[in-house]
């Protein structure tokens, strides 16, 4: 019954995540130790790999613009007060749309290969989406169930479609390759300082997903019934807010988001649609929206992040060879560990510390509450 | 007041200590900037009830959280028994034999009475001997305090007045000598609040000490012997309770007079408006809830609906206002027909003039995560005056919450202020700002002044009359048989789902309470 008291905003965004980003460095840091490097060496080189070079940074973003999306496929139908975590399928799904309609449209120009695959990859992570969504609202199917069980259908049907169906001549289980007229421009096409790096124009799309969902979350009469429906569901209905409608359509939207990340990586940069191309970015999408509280600027601050570390993880690899690219994996999930499922660790530390010095609510409203 | 004076200087003797069961002394507690006790002196008799009034916020929850060990006082000393002591946590408390029976019950549905009480105390490794242990004392204990209940019976199949027994029985049968009540009688019938109330002497008159914390005045006026007031964080007197009144109790805890009675001149009924006929109501797991119930509400008057809570009043308010689908029966308002099409359907009830002030404003009325202007637009959130279109306009939203703040007197005078910070009385006053200040032609109130204080129960009951003077339809549910007597114009009695009679608000109290117990006065004379 101890009284939850309220922390100050700063330090629940910022210090919070940031003690738990220290933490999974420095417990790394010791596994680094432990097989005879210094960490200290192996973190700078993790983080000068990220960001120490044009093309590090272009790397890093690169991957932030997956984040960006997978994460804020998660946020959204968070807000509704449900989990998805069907992201990876949802992304995995969209490829198919989207290669389709770029290897339709590769013979024109990119401009339409882009919009082209971009609508079509929108549609198929919705559809994909929709279908658990729909379970959920109308047969109260448990959605965390269900989207993890759509991960597996996605897989086994685009390992299908992969290898029987929209196979390249020759080729094992993957798509022929976008035409050269058809490419997405890469941001090293305008800023020379970004190297050889996969960023391309879909970063842009990232900035605009995140500003699209802050306005349609704090800004639309849709985003008012998410979030009241996901903060209160009886007083949802009460308000006569469908929980059905907004079940289905958060979920649609979700998954249009984590399709976004069909363009970018297959469209953008491998340019031809391959076996098992999501490589997990969904499944980390739920550790950057946990981190980024759902809000869209903690999730791009997340999506740096994770953006970051999976870049500077592949340079710590390279630079140091002693150390194993398993390890790299380990750091990556200590950091999902602590600042995802462990994110409140410090919390009982950090209220005592503030405790004191912050101002309460006005009337502990726990304790009025009991009085009634 | 002297002589616990003196004790402080004695070595704590049998004498004293057998005076006062509980001694509080200068007892404080503050969270952040919000003293919620300050300096609170309370001493309690042994072998008497001691009552405890306040208004919300008032700090009787705290203090007595103080007293079973949730909370640890920041200064002050508590005396148990003539011994200082420093209450570590509740089962602390329990060893000094302080107990407490919780305003929301503690009990699992599916165990059974017996099972329910020693669970937390089942000693030994096999349940059978204490089993057989635990059903000797619950039979002395029924015999002693006259708690009968039977032991065998599975809690889901009590009544709420034997469920209330039985968290009594297990603070006695862990050794209580002091008992604290929080809140007893919000969920009995007035038979069963007289039948706690005969019980609760009889503990004291075998010995125990018995702390009752309430808001109604009338409970502490019939059974308590001593009465404390307390105000904002402060204790304000404490009075024998034959020396006090009513009146002069309700002065002390808001700090000025109070109208206890409601002015009203006789209602001018007009038109019916809300014309309900042959209603049936099922619950999810398809429980009938509300049996075919039949009435009707005409403009410019107040229809109050009494009875104790759970007889199908919530289910009837969530059928009226859209909420859930009837089974049987058809909801008119103005002549329209209410129709129940899907989970958003309480969206059409309001387009048709219905406003609905829910029995529980938290779990329904409002989001507490929300800033208020927020909850001041929920229900009415697509309307164009909240922003153009698929958009919502903090701006414009705000500008019209700040003018409900003001008309409503609402505080802190903050639109931006998280909901949960408001106090009970404040959240309730947004609640009814929503619902009240727009176009409407039915307003469906349920409990309006539950877990509100004085001060703003006076504001809220002059709000709903004055609405009835414009000439709107209001249907008034409340657990509170005093709230319905002074509010109605006609009264309708529920039990069991069904409207079993209709009373004018000037029927006796043993009409009321026969009739709330499914027994028809006039035959059951």
Do not use: C
């Not at chain 2, 001018?268 to 006929?277: A, Q, Y």
């Amino acid at each position: 019954m101890s009284a939850r008291q309220p922390l100050p905003n700063w330090v629940t965004i910022v210090l919070m995540p940031a003690l738990n980003v220290l933490l999974a460095f420095i417990i790394g840091g010791l596994a680094v130790a432990i097989i005879g490097e210094n960490p200290l060496t192996a973190m700078w080189a993790l983080f000068y790999g990220a960001f120490g070079t044009g093309m590090g940074w272009g790397f890093t973003l690169h991957y932030a613009t997956n984040f960006i999306f997978t994460g804020l496929a998660v946020a959204i139908v968070f807000k509704a007060g449900m989990f998805n975590i069907g992201g990876e399928g949802q992304a995995y799904v969209a490829g198919l749309g989207a290669i389709m309609v770029a290897l339709w449209l590769d013979q024109t120009h990119w401009v339409f290969v882009l919009f082209g695959s971009t609508i079509a990859a929108m549609m198929m992570g919705s559809l994909w989406a929709i279908i658990p969504a729909w379970l959920q609202a109308k047969r109260g199917s448990h959605i965390v169930i269900t989207t993890i069980m759509f991960n597996f259908i996605a897989s086994a049907f685009m390992s299908y479609m992969l290898a029987q169906v929209i196979t390249a001549p020759g080729a094992n289980a993957e798509t022929r390759t976008i035409a050269e007229q058809g490419r997405l421009p890469l941001l090293s096409d305008w800023f020379d300082a970004f190297q050889y790096s996969p960023l391309n124009i879909t970063f842009f799309f990232g900035i605009a997903a995140l500003i699209f969902t802050y306005v349609l979350i704090w800004r639309t009469k849709l985003g008012y019934k998410i979030r009241t429906l996901g903060a209160n569901p009886e007083a949802a209905r009460y308000a006569g807010i469908s929980a059905v409608y907004v079940i289905i359509i958060s979920m649609a939207i979700a998954g249009a988001m984590a399709g976004l990340m069909a363009v970018n990586e297959a469209v953008g940069v491998q340019k031809r649609l391959v076996v098992g191309y999501v490589h997990g970015f969904g499944f980390v999408g739920i550790a950057v929206a946990f981190m980024g509280r759902s809000h869209p600027v903690g999730i791009a601050l997340a999506a740096l992040l994770f953006g970051a570390l999976y870049q500077g993880g592949q340079e710590l690899a390279f630079e140091l060879p002693a150390v194993p690219s398993d390890l790299v994996v380990v750091i990556q999930a200590l950091v999902i560990l602590f600042t995802g499922a462990m994110g409140e660790m410090f919390r009982p530390l950090l209220e005592r510390i503030f405790a004191r010095r912050v101002n309460p609510a006005p009337e502990a409203p726990t304790t009025a509450e009991t009085e009634a | 007041m002297v002589e616990h004076q003196t004790t402080n200087a004695q070595q704590p003797s049998q004498a004293a200590g057998s005076e006062f069961a509980i001694d509080l002394k200068r007892v404080s507690k503050a969270f952040g900037p919000v003293q919620a006790n300050k300096d609170i002196d309370l001493a309690v008799k042994r072998n008497s009830i001691h009552g405890i009034v306040g208004e919300n916020g008032a700090g009787k929850s705290t203090l007595m959280s103080i007293l079973y060990g949730f909370y640890t006082a920041d200064s002050g000393e508590i005396w148990v028994n003539g011994q200082l002591v420093k209450i570590k946590d509740s089962s602390h408390a329990l060893e000094l034999g302080i107990g407490m029976v919780h305003q929301h019950f503690m009990l699992v549905e599916n165990f059974t009475v017996l099972e329910n009480i020693i669970l937390g105390a089942e000693g030994e490794y096999l349940l059978a001997s204490s089993m057989a242990k635990a059903r000797e004392e619950l039979t002395r204990l029924a015999t002693d305090y006259g708690l009968n209940v039977d032991p065998d019976a599975l809690i889901e199949d009590l009544s709420v007045g034997q469920e209330q027994r039985v968290e009594i029985l297990k603070a006695l049968y862990r050794g209580a000598d002091v008992l604290i009540l929080d809140e007893p009688t919000g969920v009995l019938t007035p038979t069963e609040a007289d039948q706690l109330f005969r019980i609760l002497e009889q503990l004291r008159d075998e010995g125990k000490t018995i702390i009752l914390i309430t808001h109604k005045l009338r409970e502490i006026m019939a059974v308590t012997d001593t009465v404390s007031v307390m105000r904002q964080g402060e204790m304000v007197g404490t009075l024998a309770t034959k020396d006090t009144s009513p009146e002069q109790l309700a002065e002390l805890m808001v700090g000025r007079r109070v109208l206890l009675r409601v002015d009203k001149t006789p209602a001018e009924p007009k038109d019916v408006v809300l014309d309900v006929k042959g209603l049936s109501v099922t619950d999810d797991i398809g429980v009938p809830r509300v049996k075919d119930v039949s009435f009707n509400v005409r403009a410019g008057e107040i229809v109050g609906i009494a009875g104790v809570a759970g007889n199908g009043q919530s289910d009837l308010l969530r059928a009226i206002s859209g909420m859930e689908a009837p089974l049987l029966g058809e909801i008119r308002v103005n002549g329209e027909l209410v129709r129940f099409h899907g989970d958003d359907s309480a969206s059409d009830a309001r387009k048709m003039g219905v406003a609905h002030v829910p029995e529980d404003r938290l779990k329904m009325g409002l989001v507490t995560a929300f800033e208020e202007w927020e909850n001041s637009i929920l229900g009415y959130h697509e309307s164009e005056k909240y922003g153009t279109g698929m958009f919502l306009s903090p701006k414009m939203a705000i500008a019209e919450a700040e003018k409900r703040i003001e008309m409503f007197d609402i505080r802190p005078r903050n639109p931006r202020l998280k909901t949960a910070n408001f106090s009970g009385g404040n959240q309730q006053k947004i609640v009814l700002a929503r619902e009240m200040d727009r176009d409407l032609d039915v307003l469906i109130v349920g409990q309006p002044t539950r877990g509100v204080d004085i001060g703003a129960i006076e504001f809220i009951h002059k709000h709903i009359i004055e609405l009835r003077d414009k000439g709107i339809a209001v249907l008034l549910v409340s657990v509170e048989l005093d709230e319905i007597r002074a509010l109605s114009d006609r009264v309708l009695v529920m039990f069991d789902g069904e409207i079993v009679t209709e009373l004018s608000p000037d029927a006796s109290e043993r009409e009321f309470g026969l009739s709330m117990a499914g027994v028809d006065p006039k035959e059951g004379a």
